[in-house]
């Protein structure tokens, strides 16, 4: 063992950067510990880059609450460090008569949230707002945005290291062991063997593996409800030069229940016009696009999207949501918790940070930052 950290984040995903930059600058050794070469290179660069505005999540959940937030720290950060992003609003759209009743629902439930500026629309004013766009009424979001992630990771990555701490990639977390007064943290730096150090505080942001780091401290994850289902959601690109002829975010009107969002219509920064994400449980991690799934994505935007050839669509790419909520089951929560009840004091689960967690980001590291001052 041959240093001594206060503070160890498992994971250089945009939440542990975030987190990293958010403790970095109070005076204490922070580490963020990355197995990967680089930062970002799993769910934090495979999503829809959509800045939400907290519509959907249940009152009083951390998802509504620091969504919300975090949509407002965003709109802050962004522009004062150059972080490309764009208010483009989103609009989600009735096809019928009944999912018009399930907009006034979905208006209710996110100006409890606390999401800003919701509004239906008649089906003229949506004609005039977006002519090329099939419905009978809909929700308009004016906060909802898209960001460039990866600018987002640099400036946490940035910040993080103006206030001292070390981002350190090729180290793989491999064991934990619980001491008196913190924790063994031991590393595989693969080629050069392993080390262990002890650190006073242990953040888990590790993402598609979070749960497989709580048992590693000995958390039994059966028991705790943190084991994860994975939930492939895969993009189709939309050519023939169809991208210029929406200027909003274009969603459905979600199913009950449902494990997304439902297919949507995406834009990037360049204005490059995407479809998805679906979702389908998966046993592994593979993120090939299934071009067998071309007819059911056409499917669903030619309903709202009229304009759309089969054609245009091909395979883009797919991310793979940490999910807590198994087929079939009802929509859960994420989990940030510091650990103590379990006999862990200091260490700080974060389980569970599927969407909207790029959009929480900043929200999430000043909730964990709170935990961490109540600690040390
Ligand atoms: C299809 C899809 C669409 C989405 N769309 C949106 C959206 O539009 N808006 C939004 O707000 N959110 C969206 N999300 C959610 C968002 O992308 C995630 O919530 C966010 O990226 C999670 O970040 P993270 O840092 O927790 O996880 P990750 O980005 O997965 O980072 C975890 C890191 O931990 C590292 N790690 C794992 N195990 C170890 C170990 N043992 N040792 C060291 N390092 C380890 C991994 O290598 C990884 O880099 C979407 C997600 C998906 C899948």
């Known amino acids: 063992m041959n240093f001594k950290s206060d503070i160890t984040i498992i994971g250089a995903g945009v939440v542990g950067l975030a987190i990293a930059a ?51 720290l965003l709109y802050e950060l962004c522009p004062k460090h150059g972080i490309g992003h764009k208010k483009l609003g989103k609009l989600i759209v009735a096809a019928n008569d009944e999912e018009t009743g399930q907009l006034q629902e979905l208006k209710a439930k996110g100006q409890r949230n606390g999401a800003e500026g919701l509004r239906i629309i008649s089906r003229s004013e949506l004609k005039e707002m977006e002519p090329n766009v099939e419905g009978v009424a809909a929700l308009l979001s004016p906060s909802t945005g898209i960001i460039d992630s990866h600018a987002l990771m640099e400036h946490f990555v940035a910040r993080a290291k103006d206030g001292g701490a070390e981002v350190a990639y090729n180290k793989e977390v491999v064991g934990i062991e619980k001491l008196g007064n913190g924790y063994k943290v031991t590393v595989d730096e693969g080629d050069t063997g392993k080390f262990s150090f002890e650190t006073r505080i242990l953040i888990n942001c590790a993402g598609l593996y979070c749960d497989k780091i709580a048992e590693l401290v000995g958390i039994n994850i059966a028991r705790a409800g ?48 995407r479809l998805g994400p679906n979702t389908e449980y998966v046993d592994g991690i593979d993120y090939t ?73 900043p929200a999430i590291a000043r909730y964990v930052a709170d935990m961490v001052k109540a600690t040390i």
């Not at 089969?310 to 793979?320: K, N, R, W």
Request: aromatic content about 8%; overall charge positive; hydrophobic content about 30%.
């Open 289 to 361: 696009v299934d071009s067998r799934h071309k007819q059911t994505f056409y499917n669903s935007a030619k309903k709202m999207l009229h304009f759309i050839e089969y054609e245009d669509l091909e395979p883009e790419m797919a991310g793979i949501r940490p999910k807590l909520q198994g087929p079939g089951e009802d929509v859960k929560d994420f989990v940030i918790r510091d650990e103590s009840d379990k006999g862990l004091p200091g260490f700080i689960n974060l389980i569970g940070i599927e969407s909207p967690g790029l959009t929480s980001s």
């Open 226 to 273: 943190y084991r994860l289902h994975y939930c492939k959601g895969e993009y189709f690109s939309v050519g023939g030069g169809k991208s210029k002829l929406v200027k909003r975010l274009i969603y459905p009107v979600p199913e009950l229940k449902g494990t997304g969002l439902g297919v949507h219509v995406t834009l990037d920064l360049e204005g490059r016009m």
């Open 22 to 72: 958010q403790l970095a600058h109070r005076g204490r050794t922070v580490y963020v510990l990355e197995k990967n070469e680089r930062f970002g290179q799993e769910t934090s660069s495979r999503h829809s880059g959509v800045i939400h505005s907290g519509i959907y999540y249940p009152a009083g959940s951390l998802k509504a609450k620091l969504c919300v937030e975090g949509n407002r």
